[in-house]
């Protein structure tokens, strides 16, 4: 059965959109402080799952506490290793209301209901408990986003497989809402000049502590009003942002610094996969060769299920 990549429009569930990513940055926090630091802030990702998109498990309570986000029935969930569980609905409503559902759903499985108010990477940002606008809540639109973030992440993981450098999950970064994988070269990258909106410069100088090729989807939002794939390189080599790239809607963005691809060129081609890979590998290609990494060291075939790498 041919995978479905659904339309998403940004215009008619930009609030939807904004509601569900503010959601999302709170029980990313969560997230984020109960689990020990890992390279990169990969610890504090969520990551997508049969029904939506997932803390994965995490220390608390009497082992173990995972929350989720069900985006085909439009539930919360939270459940312990030992066997508790709790959900809320997910409907038109403000962040505050979402926070303090989320804190009771807490409260009931006997996890902790402590982390941070506020949200990272949103300009102007206001403490989620203090955010009492009312937020509308598009069912379909969240459901279609979310089937289209599983035709992504299935990409990005066979483009993840011919790697066998150091490389990301593929997860979504709640602060910047965008489904992201990370390549990278091993080598130490120049320290980050920081000063992103929302985002301690600390935090962003370890994400960034290493040369990386990285591309990713996001819904859109910010500077682009359309769902995007998107690839850039930290430190950008020499000549990165002329490079020649594939598909031919493929374009490098001089405010973003990225190339970005528009969702619809991969929906809409006769092929959507394999047009998706060939911006990855391309985007890739330009950051690998201009920056001379070692790919005779970082590369492999793509992987086949049941076939073991060649040594």
């Not at 990272?120 to 639109?141: C, G, K, V, W």
């Not at 993981?157 to 066998?164: D, L």
């Not at 950051?287 to 040594?311: D, F, M, Q, T, Y």
Request: charged share 15%.
């Amino acid at each position: 059965m041919p995978v479905i990549w659904p339309e998403i429009p940004y215009a008619p569930w930009r609030e939807t959109c904004s509601a569900l990513h503010l959601f999302t940055q709170i029980v990313g926090k969560y997230r984020l402080a109960r689990t020990a630091w890992i390279n990169h802030s990969w610890h504090a990702t969520l990551y997508p799952n049969a029904r939506g998109f997932t803390t994965g498990l995490g220390p608390d309570a009497s082992g173990g506490v995972e929350l989720s986000f069900d985006l085909i029935s439009h539930h919360v969930l939270g459940a312990t290793t030992d066997g508790r569980t709790a959900s809320f609905a997910l409907g038109p409503m403000s962040v505050a209301t979402f926070h303090a559902h989320v804190l009771d759903l807490l409260q009931a499985i006997g996890a902790t209901p402590e982390f941070n108010d506020t949200p990272n990477e949103i300009p102007n940002a206001i403490p989620f408990s203090q955010d009492t606008r009312l937020r509308h809540y598009d069912s379909d639109a969240a459901n279609r986003f979310f089937r289209a973030s599983i035709a992504v992440a299935n990409v990005l993981q066979t483009f993840r497989t011919a790697f066998i450098g150091k490389v990301s999950p593929v997860h979504l970064f709640w602060g910047s809402f965008d489904l992201a994988v990370t390549r990278f070269s091993g080598a130490r990258a120049p320290l980050h000049p920081g000063g992103i909106p929302g985002l301690p410069d600390d935090v962003t100088r370890e994400a960034y502590s290493h040369e990386v090729s990285s591309a990713g989807f996001w819904p859109g939002g910010g500077g682009t009003d359309f769902p995007a794939f998107y690839s850039y390189a930290y430190p950008a080599p020499a000549g990165f942002a002329t490079a020649r790239v594939v598909p031919d809607q493929a374009y490098y963005d001089a405010t973003s610094g990225e190339f970005l691809l528009p969702y619809d060129a991969v929906r809409v081609a006769a092929d959507p996969e394999g047009t998706l890979l060939s911006f990855l590998e391309s985007t890739y290609r330009a950051a690998a060769s201009l920056g001379h990494w070692n790919v005779a060291e970082l590369e492999c075939e793509i992987g086949i299920a049941g076939k073991p790498r060649r040594v």
